[in-house]
């Protein structure tokens, strides 16, 4: 549920001026005006789409224990976009004939409702990139004592995936016994990762020769190394 601002108070009014106004309800089309803005396109997976947007829609925030706006004496009016994408079909037979999605954003500036509908329809792939970096590839394994050790092991991890991206099409598929066959264009990294042993000896190698395993000298005798700076954990805010 969203409200859009208030009127503006007449003269000589008491009381406290209003936060919010009149409300606008995702699931009664009676709450909605009409749209400020509307747009049209063609996909191949879901037909003709149709997003209208409402500017100027803001939510109602709570000040429970643990959120965000629990320390502050009146939660902030945030106003933003209201987006309602309808499409024509959804690519698999679901159970729900509901083919409506809404979404909210805000920006400082104008927000493209076309650009924010299709990044939406691409939060699956985002959220599986993640727990693939971090599952497979170990992007939370190390224990690294620096930031600037967490920005290098970050940069190794990306590099790592996109050369799983490039080397897709020249992998071969080995896949488990469960698993449908798929074309080499459609692999995914972690099939592609299972034939990236046979692909390395005829890669180009850009690392520099290795160094000799001679143990070095060492620390030098009598000196010591303090305690390993300690910094607060970051928490995700409620």
């Known amino acids: 549920m969203f409200y859009n601002n208030p009127p503006a108070p007449e003269p000589h009014t008491k009381g406290r001026p209003r936060r919010h106004g009149t409300r606008h309800e995702c699931a009664n089309p009676d709450t909605w005006p009409e749209p400020d803005r509307t747009h049209t396109t063609h996909d191949n997976r879901y037909g003709t789409i149709t997003i209208n947007a409402w500017d100027g829609l803001h939510p109602k925030l709570g000040r429970k224990k643990g959120s965000r706006w629990a320390d502050f004496d009146q939660p902030p009016i945030i106003a ?3 987006i309602s994408v309808s499409v024509d079909h959804l690519p698999k037979n679901v159970a729900s004939n509901n083919k409506t999605l809404w979404l909210w954003a805000t920006s400082p500036h104008q927000v493209d409702i076309d650009l924010a509908a299709r990044a939406y329809l691409r939060r699956f792939d985002i959220e599986h990139t993640f727990r693939f970096i971090k599952n ?3 992007w939370t394994t190390p224990s690294v004592c620096t930031r600037e050790q967490a920005d290098r092991w970050t940069q190794m991890i990306a590099a790592d995936y996109t050369q799983l991206r490039l080397a897709k099409p020249l992998a071969e598929d080995h896949r488990l016994p469960w698993e449908k ?8 990294p972690a099939r592609t990762r299972r034939d990236f042993r046979r692909l390395r000896p005829a890669l180009i190698n850009p690392a520099r020769p ?7 000298p060492g620390r030098p005798k009598g000196t010591r190394t303090g305690p390993r700076p300690r910094h607060p954990p970051i928490k995700r805010a409620a």
Do not use: D, E
């Not at 066959?181 to 995914?188: E, F, I």
């Not at 290795?210 to 070095?216: A, D, H, L, V």
């Open 181 to 188: 066959p798929q074309p080499p264009n459609k692999l995914t």
């Open 210 to 216: 290795p160094k000799s395993q001679t143990p070095g």
């Open 136 to 138: 497979t590839l170990g």
């Open 80 to 82: 933003g976009t209201v």
